[in-house]
C-alpha cells in the first residue's frame, strides 16, 4: 500500500485537522494553515531526532532526501525541501517575533501568521 494513503504517516493528526477547518477562516486561510502546521510537524519531528542519523550539517536535507527515497524521485526531494526550507524561514522569522522557538509554536500562533497575509 502507498504511503499516502496510510494515516499514520501524516503528521498532523485528525484532530488538528478538524481544529484548523473548525476555524472562522476562508478556505484559502485553512489551506494554508494546514500547509504551515504539516511543514511545521515535520520541523518538529526533525529537531526531536536525536539519534544523529543525520551524517551531514543539513538534516532537513537529508530527512528529505530519506522521504523521496519511497518514491525513487529525486525531483521530489529538491521540490519538498526547497518548501519546507521556505517556510521553515518563515516560521523562524515569525517565531522570533511572537518572542518563541518554532518548537514552541502552536495552531493559534500559525492563525496569526496566516491572518497577518
Given at each position: 500500500?502507498?504511503?499516502?494513503?496510510?494515516?499514520?504517516?501524516?503528521?498532523?493528526?485528525?484532530?488538528?485537522?478538524?481544529?484548523?477547518?473548525?476555524?472562522?477562516?476562508?478556505?484559502?486561510?485553512?489551506?494554508?494553515?494546514?500547509?504551515?502546521?504539516?511543514c511545521l510537524q515535520i520541523l518538529k519531528i526533525i529537531n526531536a531526532d536525536n539519534s544523529l542519523e543525520y551524517q551531514n550539517k543539513n538534516p532537513l536535507r537529508e530527512w528529505c532526501d530519506n522521504q523521496s527515497k519511497k518514491f525513487d524521485d529525486k525531483k521530489f526531494s529538491n521540490l519538498f525541501y526547497e518548501q519546507l526550507e521556505s517556510t521553515s524561514k518563515k516560521l523562524s522569522t515569525f517565531s522570533k517575533k511572537i518572542g518563541k522557538s518554532i518548537e514552541d509554536l502552536e495552531i493559534d500562533d500559525l492563525v496569526l501568521l496566516v491572518e497577518q497575509r
Amino acid at each position: 500500500m502507498s504511503n499516502h494513503l496510510d494515516p499514520m504517516s501524516n503528521p498532523l493528526n485528525i484532530e488538528t485537522i478538524q481544529e484548523i477547518d473548525n476555524l472562522d477562516l476562508s478556505i484559502m486561510q485553512k489551506h494554508h494553515l494546514r500547509i504551515l502546521a504539516h511543514c511545521l510537524q515535520i520541523l518538529k519531528i526533525i529537531n526531536a531526532d536525536n539519534s544523529l542519523e543525520y551524517q551531514n550539517k543539513n538534516p532537513l536535507r537529508e530527512w528529505c532526501d530519506n522521504q523521496s527515497k519511497k518514491f525513487d524521485d529525486k525531483k521530489f526531494s529538491n521540490l519538498f525541501y526547497e518548501q519546507l526550507e521556505s517556510t521553515s524561514k518563515k516560521l523562524s522569522t515569525f517565531s522570533k517575533k511572537i518572542g518563541k522557538s518554532i518548537e514552541d509554536l502552536e495552531i493559534d500562533d500559525l492563525v496569526l501568521l496566516v491572518e497577518q497575509r
